[in-house]
């Protein structure tokens, strides 16, 4: 018997965004290689994310290491636009004291 090799999309998909996501999940490729980089087993990915598939998280960990190089530019790149994004947000909204304004606004507002 022979064996029939066919070619299959890795399942990485750009969300509107541009975010990979990894199976037709909400699960991103940050999170898949963040796990696995801390030294998660593809099993215990997809325990803690239980929409995943067990073969996918091994097809995205593969991408992964035979693309290092690229995802390793995709993730900076998403890690220096959301410290842009958290930079912005705390411009417009300053965090400081942030609790004592909820707490007060919550006191004028009870009946």
């Given at each position: 018997?022979?064996?029939?090799?066919?070619?299959?999309?890795?399942?990485?998909?750009?969300?509107?965004?541009?975010?990979?996501?990894?199976?037709?999940t909400r699960v991103t490729l940050d999170t898949?290689?963040?796990?696995?980089?801390?030294g998660a087993t593809a099993e215990e990915i997809?325990?803690?994310?239980?929409?995943?598939?067990?073969?996918?998280?091994?097809?995205?960990?593969?991408?992964?290491?035979?693309?290092?190089?690229?995802?390793?530019?995709?993730?900076?790149?998403?890690?220096?636009?959301?410290?842009l994004l958290q930079a912005q947000n705390e411009?417009?909204?300053?965090?400081?004291?942030?609790?004592?304004?909820?707490?007060?606004?919550?006191?004028?507002?009870?009946?």
């Amino acid at each position: 018997m022979t064996l029939t090799v066919e070619p299959a999309a890795v399942p990485l998909a750009a969300d509107r965004d541009g975010v990979m996501r990894v199976g037709g999940t909400r699960v991103t490729l940050d999170t898949v290689v963040g796990a696995f980089r801390d030294g998660a087993t593809a099993e215990e990915i997809v325990q803690q994310y239980p929409t995943l598939q067990l073969a996918d998280v091994y097809w995205v960990i593969g991408y992964f290491l035979h693309h290092q190089p690229e995802v390793d530019k995709y993730l900076a790149d998403r890690q220096q636009r959301a410290a842009l994004l958290q930079a912005q947000n705390e411009a417009q909204f300053d965090p400081v004291g942030i609790r004592d304004r909820l707490l007060a606004r919550r006191a004028t507002q009870r009946p």
